[in-house]
C-alpha cells in the first residue's frame, strides 16, 4: 500500500472511530411520542394509575408519553406486543406480577425474561372485601361460613389466571377451605358485588377505591406482608394466622435489548414522577402507595418472584 493509500485509509478508520460515540449518544428521545402499553381497559385503577405516570413522564422527557390499553388473557396480550416491538424506548408495558402469572398459567408463551426492567413505580395490597351490609363482620366469620356451607360461597376476582385469581384460591386453600371462584372482566368485578351478584371480591384497592370512601364495603383482610398503612385498621391474612402475602407491584419494562442509556433516562423520569408530590398525593387517594425501586433491583425482585409465584402456583393446582 502506497503512502497516500495508506494516510486515506487511517483517515477513514479515524473519522469511525469519532462517529461511533457521537451515535452511541444520540439524545433520546427524538421522536414526539412514546406508548405505554397497559394490559387493563381504561378507567380501571391500572390504568389510572398509568395515565398519571405517564403525565409526570411526559413533562420530564419532553415527548408524549401515551397510554395504550391492550387487555386481555390475563396480560398476555399487551406482553406479546410489547415483546416483539423494537427495542428502542419508545414502546414500554405498564406490567406487573402478571408477567409470571400470565406465563406460569399458560396464556403465554413468552416470560419476564423477553423484557429489559427500568423501574417499580408501585405497590397495591390485595383486599379482601365485602358489601357493608353483608352478615360476616371478620374474615374468621367469613371462613366459618364457607366451611359450613361449602361451594355456596361465591368469590370473584379479575379473570382466571389474575393476580387476584391464584391470591383467592392460595388464601383460601390455606385457610383450610375452597372458594367458588367466579372469574370476570376487571371492570365488571365491583358491580358484579354490589349488585349481589357474588359475595366476596379478591381485589386490588385502586378498583375499589369509590366504594371504600363511601363506606360501602367492609374490608376483612389484606393479603400482604404488612397492613396497609391506608387501611390501618385491617388486619393482615398472616396476622389471622394463614401464611399467604401476596403484594402486587406495578412497574415499566421494555423490550430486551433496549440500550442502557435509554432505560437510565427512562427510569430518572420515573423516579422524579413518583417522588414527586402530586404523584403521591394521587397515588393515596386511589388506595396504591408509591414504590420506586431502580431497575437492577426491580430486575432481582421479578426474577425473585417469578420463581416463588411459579411454586405456590404448582402447589395450589394452577400452574400449566
Do not use: C
Not at 444520540?26 to 414526539?32: A, F, H, N, Q, V
Not at 426492567?117 to 395490597?125: C, D, N, Q, S, W
Not at 440500550?259 to 414527586?276: D, F, G, H, W, Y
Not at 437492577?296 to 416463588?308: N, R, S, V
Amino acid at each position: 500500500m502506497n503512502t497516500g493509500n495508506r494516510l486515506t485509509s487511517l483517515a477513514v478508520l479515524a473519522g469511525l472511530f469519532l462517529t461511533a460515540p457521537a451515535l452511541a449518544q444520540e439524545p433520546y428521545p427524538k421522536r414526539t411520542n412514546i406508548e405505554m402499553t397497559v394490559l387493563f381497559p381504561a378507567g380501571s385503577s391500572a390504568d389510572v394509575t398509568a395515565r398519571l405516570l405517564s403525565q409526570g413522564m411526559s413533562k420530564l422527557l419532553g415527548a408524549n408519553v401515551i397510554v395504550v390499553n391492550r387487555p386481555g388473557a390475563g396480560g398476555a396480550i399487551g406482553y406479546k406486543y410489547v415483546a416483539g416491538r423494537n427495542a428502542d424506548g419508545y414502546a414500554m408495558v405498564w406490567n406487573s406480577n402478571s408477567v409470571s402469572t400470565a406465563f406460569h398459567s399458560g396464556q403465554m408463551n413468552i416470560d419476564y425474561k423477553e423484557f429489559d426492567p427500568v423501574a417499580r413505580v408501585l405497590i397495591e395490597t390485595p383486599l379482601i372485601a365485602v358489601r357493608a351490609s353483608a352478615k360476616w363482620k371478620t374474615f374468621k366469620d367469613l371462613i366459618a361460613d364457607m366451611k359450613s356451607q361449602p361451594g355456596k360461597i361465591t368469590v370473584a376476582n379479575s379473570g382466571i389466571g389474575s393476580h387476584t385469581h391464584i391470591t383467592s384460591v392460595a388464601l383460601f386453600k390455606t385457610a383450610g377451605t375452597e372458594a367458588n371462584d367466579v372469574p370476570y372482566a376487571a371492570a365488571q368485578v365491583v358491580p358484579a358485588l354490589m349488585g349481589g351478584h357474588v359475595d366476596v371480591l379478591v381485589l386490588l384497592p385502586g378498583a375499589i377505591a369509590g366504594q371504600l370512601k363511601a363506606g360501602t364495603v367492609r374490608i376483612l383482610t389484606v393479603v400482604s406482608a404488612q397492613r396497609d398503612a391506608l387501611l390501618p385498621d385491617v388486619p393482615t391474612a398472616l396476622e389471622l394466622g394463614h401464611k399467604v402475602a401476596l403484594d402486587a407491584w406495578r412497574g415499566i419494562t421494555v423490550p430486551k435489548g433496549t440500550p442502557k442509556a435509554v432505560i437510565a433516562t427512562l427510569e430518572n423520569a420515573i423516579r422524579q414522577t413518583v417522588q414527586s408530590a402530586e404523584f403521591t398525593s394521587s397515588s393515596e387517594k386511589l388506595y396504591v402507595k408509591p414504590a420506586f425501586m431502580p431497575a437492577a433491583e426491580f430486575g432481582a425482585l421479578i426474577a425473585k418472584e417469578d420463581a416463588e409465584l411459579a411454586k405456590l402456583m404448582q402447589i395450589i393446582g394452577l400452574k400449566k
